[in-house]
């Protein structure tokens, strides 16, 4: 095959798969579920973690007996783990859901609650592993375990779907 069919080909795929509508709702879908899940594993291990590492040492005194340092790190924790959860979670949405819908190329009445509903399954599905990933870290670790926690415990939903899905063919 030239250089120049494959380069065709390729603009070819990226082409279809931009056209797809269903890719911009499982993308929105994903998105807001990973955002909503990584925010709150992000704001909880943030705490830990400005607590246990002193992030605002210049800081005033505590202004309600709020600590400062468990509301930076919680803050700065929660926008990172919302913005990692986000993309993580609406890119393995938008991935898993173009692979169902690859021959659907038009979102009506008829097929938007099998995308909707593919969407909202594999996003709560990432989250539900996310967030007992990051439970089961802070048992052993609060902050950088339950960080850690639900980084393994995303990536082990992962591969147990991919492995269902071969057993499955």
Request: charged share 10%; hydrophobic share 45%.
């Amino acid at each position: 095959m030239s250089i120049k069919k494959q380069i065709q080909n390729i603009i070819n795929k990226l082409l279809n798969f931009i056209n797809n509508p269903n890719i911009y709702v499982a993308a929105i879908v994903g998105a807001l579920v990973g955002l909503l899940t990584g925010g709150a594993v992000g704001l909880f291990s943030g705490g830990f973690i400005g607590y246990a590492f002193k992030i605002c040492n210049g800081c005033a005194a505590p202004l309600f007996d709020i600590n400062p340092d468990i509301t930076v790190g919680g803050i700065i924790g929660g926008v990172l783990g919302a913005a990692i959860g986000g993309v993580i979670t609406g890119g393995v949405t938008v991935y898993k859901v173009h692979k169902k819908t690859r021959q659907l190329s038009s979102l009506s009445s008829e097929n938007i609650p099998e995308v909707l509903f593919g969407a909202f399954w594999i996003s709560i599905e990432i989250s539900i592993g996310m967030g007992l990933g990051a439970i089961i870290g802070s048992l052993k670790l609060p902050g950088i375990g339950s960080a850690l926690g639900a980084l393994m415990g995303t990536s082990l939903i992962l591969f147990t779907s991919t492995l269902e899905n071969k057993n499955e063919r």
